[in-house]
């Protein structure tokens, strides 16, 4: 290994060219900028680098960039590394103090939008695997990649390419695409993301708006609105949709001693968003538990009438909610959602219109799998310390690898927790893709 | 009277071309375009027709014009005559089929902004007196005119005019600015306008948006609006704010019949606006009961987080919500706010903030008033039927007349139910100018 990890020093300038590289290549899926043409570029990488590569297409969906490199020594075992070569829209471009595409390098920063999101930590995936073959003509284990081009706008054909190709891409273990550093420097550990149901809730009542003098005799659907809303969770934030928590399950043992030494820096959070106290007045381990494990019931949007600068007395024609629902392991989103149309009509508002925009199920890797303590002995031995998270608050498309590859999913990398993905001056740090690139060359080897 | 009804008659392409010299001169209040000029012409034409005129100033108002003609045979007794110069602006342009200034007469119809609203009811007014002065070199009582440039923008300083001014402006009596005529050529009697309360709630949490996965432990404020709100009205549309209704005074026995006699077509409602049923199943009395006599809190406008298309994983910092709240006789726009907000803090929402924005009350005249008689007699010479309105469901400053100047405010007019007021093609339609004239020729010798 030693070598291996010389080999990492040695080749940085090379790793930081060949992101500069992915970062000069626009591949923004919202506006479908760029993205064939850096499918191209991530696969013709991954050849430079000794890994067979193909591009893999699905009717409607962008091409996914697969990736294989097969172990002489240890044909058994094979890793799966998970990416996406797509990135965020740039906008506004004006704030960004380099042209958004730049790969610019100031000191220990590259610059650009992908560099952190999800560029710098497919490079250091790609960089790992190249040291191995140039020091040692072979890998530990096998690896693959699966290179999607579609999470920016929310994953959407990743688990049909799964189903698709589950033979091809089966694997023991996935390393997630991310993987966060905190202001502390130590590399946080996650082994698991919360599912998300995503519907918006319509009232529609007259063909136009009307002149509010009218709302004696004319319904507000604002106001239906607002009644349903009040039914669908109590003060507390507790969901009042019946059997909606049936399947959730406590948190195990491990889970909580992980979940209590997991460093949350409660008032620096508070100042972040400048709030006072969190939900309930949480406080210590409660917020851990509930970042980790609580389902939520959030309103994202919500609009109905006149909503401008002034007074405008007008009665609307319609009103709509956007919710977004965290899921937890084992609920499941079909039975939420029929729970959800279940508990409207029996509320009597079967009148509401309920679009459905995304239903994800929750995962979460078992704290005492052995692939677990393969990515902490190389955390410990690449960063010096590490944090174990149960579970991110966000949500993933990790169910999806877990459950169709059936392999644990763990989330381990390069990302600072202020490199400012998805915003203006997104930055990758240098030392911590060269720490992450040997993090993931100790993964290999002791997988 | 014979002879001033015929110098209606000749006088007809007189009033034509008065009205659009009105129309020609563009006066939009919103965009203080033409105001000071409209004035002047206003003030022009009243001395045109032999009636003294100045313009009244008040520090940051638009001019106020007045107008005022004694009566020699008849000196104690005044009639007020309140109108308004400026307009509505025209845009969309493009949707208009002529210029919007044009005054283009086609058949029974002067087309233009401000045809109808509010210049056309302005030169019956004028018309009618002219007549008088032409015909008997008297005028039957004392007639005023108060012709403010503020009304399509909430009559923002009318009642500081009215306070300054008292004295001046005292009368036995006020006609409306507007009066409607409806499809079947009835002119409705208007003896009321509802009140006003028009605030905006807004709830703050935190200092910015924040990922949706905070919703475990950032409060959501759009809940805390929707939780608030739940507590403002029953599913029945009963406001629950203490005392809200308890200066609520039934109908007379007299309204009651009033109501009963009004036509309201409930299928053609129901269709031109799409619904199946009212509020409350409503029918019949109970319609225009409510339209006449119904407080209302209404939600003109509500709006927090992401609200375009698609989805959006967002906890919005902020919420807000505008309510009108319509008021009928005897409640108090003050009181009603401190109820509000005493409600709220007694509920446990003291941090919503409330911004309010319009606070008017309700007139109504008695029906027993002998000037309803004068009125109506006036009505059924010159139209041959009417309709009595015991109250218009919207709002006006109506109370500031009648508190201010102790005067009973009907509304009588030409104005087509259909004119298309506020929208492209506004028009007068000239056989009603020729029918409000008389009424108002009427009115003043009945006076």
């Given at each position: 290994m030693k070598k291996i990890l010389e080999h990492i020093d040695d080749s940085m300038p090379d790793l930081i060219s060949d992101l500069q590289t992915l970062i000069r290549q626009p591949s923004v899926s919202a506006k479908n900028e760029g993205i064939e043409k850096c499918a191209q570029l991530v696969s013709k990488m991954l050849r430079k680098s000794g890994i067979k590569s193909e591009i893999l297409r699905l009717k409607g969906a962008s091409p996914l960039v697969y990736g294989e490199i097969k172990s002489k020594?240890?044909?058994?075992r094979t890793i799966l590394f998970y990416n996406h070569y797509d990135v965020q829209?740039?906008?506004?471009?004006?704030?960004?103090?380099?042209?958004?595409?730049?790969g610019k390098v100031k000191g220990n920063k590259i610059f650009g939008r992908g560099s952190a999101d999800d560029k710098g930590e497919l490079v250091t995936r790609i960089k790992a695997v190249e040291a191995f073959l140039q020091q040692?003509?072979?890998?530990?284990c096998n690896v693959k990649f699966v290179i999607e081009g579609e999470e920016e706008i929310g994953s959407v054909n990743i688990e049909k390419y799964l189903k698709k190709y589950q033979t091809k891409f089966s694997c023991d273990g996935v390393i997630w695409e991310f993987g966060y550093v905190d202001a502390k420097n130590r590399p946080i550990i996650g082994l698991g993301m919360k599912g998300l149901l995503y519907v918006e809730l319509t009232v529609r009542e007259s063909i136009r708006d009307a002149h509010s003098s009218l709302a004696v005799i004319i319904k507000n659907p604002a106001w239906r609105l607002v009644e349903a809303l009040n039914t669908l969770r109590n003060s507390s934030g507790?969901?009042?949709?019946?059997?909606?928590?049936?399947e959730v399950t406590p948190f195990s043992k491990q889970d909580l001693q992980l979940l209590s030494s997991e460093p949350f820096d409660e008032s620096s959070f508070k100042s972040e968003y400048g709030i006072t106290e969190f939900v309930n007045g949480k406080k210590g381990l409660q917020v851990k538990k509930a970042l980790a494990g609580d389902p939520t019931c959030n309103i994202a949007g919500m609009i109905s009438g006149y909503t401008l600068q002034g007074a405008k007395t007008v009665l609307p024609a319609s009103a709509s909610v956007k919710i977004d629902f965290r899921l937890v392991p084992k609920m499941q989103p079909k039975k939420q959602i029929s729970r959800l149309k279940t508990h409207l009509k029996k509320h009597g508002f079967s009148d509401i219109d309920v679009k459905v925009y995304h239903g994800e199920a929750a995962s979460r890797t078992n704290p005492a799998d052995p692939f677990v303590d393969v990515v902490k002995t190389s955390a410990k031995a690449s960063f010096g310390s590490y944090i174990v998270n149960v579970s991110n608050a966000g949500t993933g498309p990790m169910h999806s690898f877990a459950n169709i590859l059936r392999a644990p999913c763990i989330s381990i990398g390069?990302?600072?927790?202020?490199?400012?993905i998805h915003s203006p001056n997104e930055f990758a740090r240098i030392d911590l893709l060269k720490k992450t690139t040997k993090c993931m060359c100790h993964i290999l080897d002791g997988f």
């Open positions: 020594k240890n044909p058994h829209p740039a906008e506004p471009f004006e704030l960004w103090d380099d042209p958004p595409f730049s040692t003509g072979d890998v530990p507790k969901i009042l949709i019946r059997d909606w928590y049936k390069s990302t600072y927790m202020y490199a400012r």
